[in-house]
């Protein structure tokens, strides 16, 4: 029988699992200035043998190379080897992929004008929080005692599908990420979920871009997500041990809820382009979210997105020279 135990890194929770298979550490903790003498504190003299991180996230895979360095290997989903390798954005094709995509919301100049200039300004982020000796100042969130840093990565292992890692199942379920990841611990019923599933918190797709054979290509966020959602769904769990907040054991219901959001968000965007007509991404997000839309450009426009992708998936809109029509 596996023993877990919590390290509560501020915003972030890490999970010890010692079982007869071995420790496992889920999720490398966030680099922020203090949490690598917490972590030792926490496991004392017994390193672990292994780190999952289930996904590329500055939170959650920071301290990937830290853990290296110390000669523990790391496992990360294949799918997040490029956010690993290199600080985000930096690469000019995955840029100018969001540029592009920006152009194509429909959104007015002035509108393009300001979220490329966000991108921007994230690049030059990024690239400070990878190359800086010294931790940044506190973020605007609050979440954590300084910024966060994070020094780029090979992890040692990539999971491509579904594994055993020291008793645990490691499955590979595509949402939150690409390669998102999470973990269960079969005999207890225990999930590990990272982001994939949170307590009170229903997902908000993303807009993110890929290495293609063609160059970068747009992920589809939310159908995966549905779809990673549904397979846990199937699973007999018994307990979530979520990557943030508290833990919490009514884990079908959470899903269940999830699921239902979704849905009912879905089928109001069909509703809205059945009954007003076709529209751009930007446009049907003015629709719907007409007060926040330009406060909060990436969050709308991401979710429009996603559940336009959740409707083309199932036939029911289709895209035609950058507008989207119901069918």
Known sequence: MARFERIQLTYNNVYVVDGPEGRILIDTGPDYKGARDLLREALGDRPPDAVIATHSHHDHAGLGAWWQAQGVPVYLGGADLHFARKPHFLDEGELAAMVDYVRATGAPPEVQAEAIEGLERRREWAARVANSAEYPPVGTTGRWPTGLRYEAFEPEHTVAEDVSIGGLDVLVCPGHTPGNLVAIDPEEGVLFSGDQLLPNITPTPGIQFVPGSGGFERFASLPAFVASLKRLRAREL???????????????????????????????????????????????????????????????VATVQGHLDLLAERGLVERQEGVFVAR
């Open 238 to 300: 018994r307990q979530c041990l979520p990557g943030h907040g508290e833990p919490f054991t009514d884990v079908a219901g959470e899903i269940d809820g999830n699921l239902a959001a979704i849905e009912a968000r879905t089928e109001r965007m069909l509703e809205e382009l059945r009954e007003r007509g076709p529209a751009t991404v930007y446009g049907l997000g003015e629709r719907l979210y007409p007060k926040a839309l330009r406060r909060r450009f990436w969050q709308i």
